[in-house]
């Protein structure tokens, strides 16, 4: 039987406030420079807030929403809700406001933090479907409107009365109360397709997940610095990036914003990150295009080094034999090409963890090769969200590990996988029938089709719904193609469809620096991204980056035409979730009348060369 090292997180906080007194918790940037907590200031914060949130009228059970960016605000008021016995209920910073009402009103939430006037101009603007909403609590000071009140955090902290003996005692005593088994959050999915659900997550589920994650993991110091940038709206971010360091004694680092995250990397010099596997590929992205501006020589020894990097990845961590000379001949390239990448993000990392979505296996292996080990998982939000994760003297690119300590893995008939464990959720809320199609006998049906080999390692292969089956009656995995045509120098995004269909199509979106470059080279003469996504010699670029592609797949699996965009997909345009998964029915509907024209002519289709559209805004 398992054991877990914290009755809940509130406890978990009152008792490291103790024994990491004057250690750094949490830091953010403020004036320009980064300030620290340490974690008994950080404790005494959180202790403000709570006495505030009582005084407010919150009662234990209530939920509580918090609709910002990542932020010190968004810790003080995630665990002042904790220490006051309630659930916090997390608002992706990038939803509208119709969105941030249908979190509001479903999961009953009657006190609301903001981040700043944004947010709260959000909620003003759906007052009306708000009839519940009772307080508003800005993390900064603006004026609000007569017809919805704001707060700010100081003025709801009372920052300049410290806590009192009396009134730490009895918030402390209600801290003592909280189980293990009691909802810490509710987490409405994203959602790639249909209406949000709220997964309710205990205590237990996310202190598990944290604990065991880390043993996977070797675990780490008290002295690692993590630098969170990934939403905390996010359970992978929350659970692997901010509850488990702060577990730990550990320090967490805001990032002011993700565009932001390399520029806060060299201030922050993180040794710990967890990210959604985009990073990695615009990491992967900018240094070869760095090398593709090299001259021959120094182009050739990069290839050199990374070649060396490979073989040296291979007999230590793959399939174990003596390094001989290769230890030297990689140290050698280590010194001269690696650590000089390295510093660029801060000089002293020493892993990532990744998540959120499938993670190219030769990217993989590049971070590794240049010292970056990145351990890929995976979960859900339903998971808490860790199932599985390689590990350091335990990897195999392609996979997503093995299974967390005490959880269970198997695959059904038509192979989705399934999962029993103690990260599983208690189900969703106010949503019986859902939970009753998701957790069948004990075991959660995932909605991922996957592998598992005989040592045990997991291999996602696609979303269940998502699975391509052409007219033809073949079975097509989309994201394994995407992510192939997104190792192109010229491609940054990919959606590839074809359900019901003869052949493959796909949407992509042009790396734009890439592409002007070629624009500038080539001479074209252009007003606008439209206009030079439309040129010939583009066309035909891409065409031969997409061919180039199909020449390595059998035939049913080619994309046969395309459409070229002249941006890239963003959340803020509708085809990205929050953690940046493709909104497949959004791009299909967006795209609809381009993508459908792909199908008109030449029908038959199959021995085409890529053909391409403008693509211009819906």
Avoid at 73 to 97: E, H, K, L, M, R
Avoid at 200 to 205: C, R, V
Avoid at 214 to 229: H, I
Avoid at 263 to 271: A, D, G, R, W, Y
Wanted: aromatic share 10%.
């Amino acid at each position: 039987m398992y054991e877990l090292p914290y009755q809940s997180i509130p406890k978990m906080l009152k008792l490291n406030a103790q024994q990491y007194v004057d250690q750094i918790a949490i830091s953010y940037k403020k004036g320009g420079k980064y300030q620290s907590l340490s974690y008994s200031d950080f404790y005494e914060r959180v202790l403000m807030a709570a006495r505030g949130l009582r005084k407010a009228g919150m009662l234990p059970g209530d939920k509580v929403a918090i609709f910002s960016e990542n932020c010190a605000g968004w810790a003080v008021s995630d665990f002042a809700v904790q220490c006051a016995q309630g659930i916090t209920v997390p608002i992706y910073a990038t939803n509208t406001a119709d969105q941030a009402a249908y979190v509001i009103n479903h999961s009953g939430a009657k006190i609301v933090f903001v981040s700043n006037r944004l947010q709260y101009e959000k909620l003003r603007t759906v007052r009306e479907q708000l009839p519940n909403l009772e307080q508003v609590i800005s993390f900064e000071q603006f004026l609000g409107n007569h017809d919805l009140p704001v707060y700010t955090l100081s003025q709801l902290s009372e920052i300049s009365h410290p806590i009192s003996d009396q009134e730490r005692q009895e918030i402390e005593a209600g801290i003592d109360t909280v189980q293990s088994t009691d909802l810490i959050t509710i987490i409405y999915t994203s959602g790639t397709t249909g209406v949000p659900k709220g997964v309710m997550l205990t205590h237990a589920n996310v202190i598990f997940d944290a604990h065991y994650g880390l043993e996977k993991l070797e675990a780490f110091g008290m002295n690692e610095t993590f630098l969170s940038f990934l939403p905390l709206s996010h359970i992978l971010e929350r659970t692997a990036g901010y509850y488990a360091p702060l577990m730990t004694g550990c320090h967490v680092a805001f990032c002011e914003s993700p565009e932001k995250v390399v520029e806060n990397m060299l201030e922050v010099e993180p040794t710990v990150m967890v990210s959604v596997p985009r990073l990695f590929e615009k990491i992967y992205s900018r240094i070869y295009e760095d090398v593709h501006q090299m001259s021959s020589i120094k182009s050739a020894i990069f290839h050199a080094a990374i070649a060396t990097g490979q073989e040296y990845i291979s007999r230590r961590y793959i399939n174990p034999k003596s390094l001989g000379l290769l230890g030297l001949k990689y140290s050698f390239f280590d010194w001269l090409i690696f650590r000089k990448i390295r510093k660029r993000f801060g000089g002293r990392l020493k892993y990532f963890i990744s998540g959120g979505a499938p993670l190219d296996k030769a990217i993989n292996k590049f971070m590794w090769v240049i010292g970056i080990p990145t351990f890929e998982g995976y979960g859900l939000t339903e998971t808490s969200p860790a199932v599985t994760i390689n590990s350091p003297w335990k990897v195999r690119f392609g996979s997503v590990g093995t299974p967390l300590p005490f959880t269970e893995v198997k695959l059904a008939e038509d192979n989705e996988l399934m999962i029993r464990g103690p990260q599983v959720m208690l189900g969703y809320y106010n949503a019986a029938e859902e939970t009753e199609r998701a957790i069948k006998d004990g075991w959660f049906y995932t909605g991922d089709i996957a592998k598992i080999d005989d040592d045990g390692y997991v291999y996602i292969v696609d979303r269940k719904k998502e699975l391509i089956i052409t007219a033809g009656g073949k079975n097509i995995a989309p994201q394994p193609i995407e992510n192939e045509l997104k190792m192109d120098k010229y491609i940054s995004q990919a959606f590839v469809f074809g359900d019901r269909k003869p052949y493959l199509v796909a949407v992509l979106t042009p790396n734009l620096e890439r592409l002007i470059n070629m624009g500038h080279q080539e001479g074209i003469n252009y007003l606008d991204m439209e206009e030079l996504v439309a040129n010939q010699r583009v066309h035909k670029r891409y065409a031969e980056r997409v061919q180039a592609l199909n020449d390595k797949l059998p035939s049913y699996q080619t994309i046969k035409k395309f459409i070229l965009l002249p941006r890239e997909f963003s959340v803020e345009g509708g085809e990205l979730t929050p953690t940046m998964k493709l909104k497949r029915k959004v791009i299909y509907s967006k795209y609809q009348d381009k993508i459908e024209g792909l199908y008109l002519s030449n029908g038959s289709g199959s021995n085409d060369h890529p053909q391409t559209d403008n693509g211009g805004h819906s």
